[in-house]
């Protein structure tokens, strides 16, 4: 994998740091980012929840070259943007309230010893679809058709069970996203919550609402964003010119080498907007994450893309680990020296 930069394959999210210049401070900068671990497949379990467009999957995979086309200008977006930092809390306090709400033992709701203190009932979203038939059934055989189990509620009863329960967990639901997915033998309810304002990629509170109203699983996160840094942001453009240049992976074409060998010709995607969100960023040696700004994009097929909003001077190669903290505290990354000015603005960092 390049350094933070990852391209989607096989269903993955497709993920861009981007690196070009951007203002800077005139006193005080913001301070180095940890080396951070974005863009693989556990980092991005569920971050399509975190998306503007209910239903939307996140950076589809296509075969062949991918070309960036944008559908008109791009909205002007803030010029700087804070990190958030991910501040421990004391699980075993939580723990009880989070099982009162989902209707189970508190010794069934696990919280993981990880940065962001995720929490867990169950083993995630649930729901099968069978087709009931055989795959060798005699031609007078009738195929029946799968059904539902009886006293599963209806996606509107189980949207409005799924939000009780999680906002009984903590979660804030003013400003969230929701969605609600069909698992067949359960309704799969997703809270993405807002922080600071904005929507977060990879933040977010699921629910399976199964028979009579039960909730099967459910997940979460205990620990709480505080403000950080604030950084200057490379703008939306360079972030979409950056998305253009991503390395791409082609498909070969097993073909002897002919000038009839059909050449694939590119997939298409339009961008037709973007927002400043942030991102959920695992540290790299595992023993941290924060939220950190990025751009999202919106995309003609109904799925977004983020591309980190960061300069490249704010982002530490992964041979470069960060300093250590006291557990519970929230921790501001290393200090950088500022680069040549090109705008002055702000004062010093501090966590609010």
């Known amino acids: 994998m390049l350094w933070l930069v990852l391209v989607g394959f096989a269903g993955l999210t497709t993920v861009l740091v981007a690196t070009h210049g951007a203002g800077t ?19 991005w379990a569920g971050a399509a929840m975190g998306t503007p467009a209910a239903g939307a999957a996140m950076g589809a995979s296509y075969p062949g070259r991918t070309e960036y086309r944008l559908a008109g200008p791009l909205p002007e977006l803030a010029t700087t943007a804070h ?24 010794a069934k709701v696990l919280v993981e010893p990880v940065p962001g203190q995720p929490w867990r009932y169950g083993d ?66 997703a809270v993405s919550p807002k922080v600071d304002g904005r929507i977060v990629v990879g933040w977010t509170w699921t629910a399976s609402v199964g028979v009579n109203g039960a909730i099967d699983s459910a997940s979460g996160f205990l620990a709480q964003p505080v403000r950080g840094d604030e950084y200057p942001l490379i703008g939306a453009q360079a972030a979409f010119d950056q998305l253009k240049d991503l390395p791409q992976i082609e498909v070969a074409i097993a073909c002897a080498p002919d000038p009839a060998c059909p050449t694939p010709k590119p997939v298409v995607r339009t961008v037709t907007g973007g927002q400043l969100a942030l991102m959920y960023a695992p540290w790299a040696d595992g023993k941290g994450a924060m939220l950190i700004p990025a751009y999202l994009f919106a995309v003609d097929d109904g799925s977004t893309i983020p591309v980190v909003a960061l300069p490249a001077r704010f982002l530490t190669p992964p041979d470069r680990g960060p300093v250590e903290t006291k557990p519970g505290q929230p921790t501001q990354p290393e200090s950088v020296p500022p680069a040549p000015p090109a705008s002055a603005a702000g004062g010093a960092p501090a966590v609010r």
Request: some cysteine; overall charge positive.
């Open 25 to 43: 401070r005139a006193t005080a900068p913001p301070r180095r980012l940890p080396a951070l671990a974005i863009g693989t497949e556990s980092s």
């Open 83 to 106: 990190a958030m930092l991910l501040k421990d809390v004391h699980a075993a306090a939580r723990v009880p309230s989070i099982a009162k709400a989902l209707g189970v033992a508190p």
């Open 124 to 189: 995630g979203m649930s729901g099968s679809v069978s087709s009931g038939c055989a795959v060798a059934l005699p031609a007078s055989s009738t195929c029946i058709p799968p059904q539902r189990p009886a006293g599963l509620p209806s996606q509107a009863e189980a949207e409005r069970i799924g939000r009780d329960a999680l906002a009984g967990t903590g979660v804030e639901l003013a400003g969230a996203i929701v969605r609600v997915d069909d698992g067949f033998s359960a309704w799969n309810v």
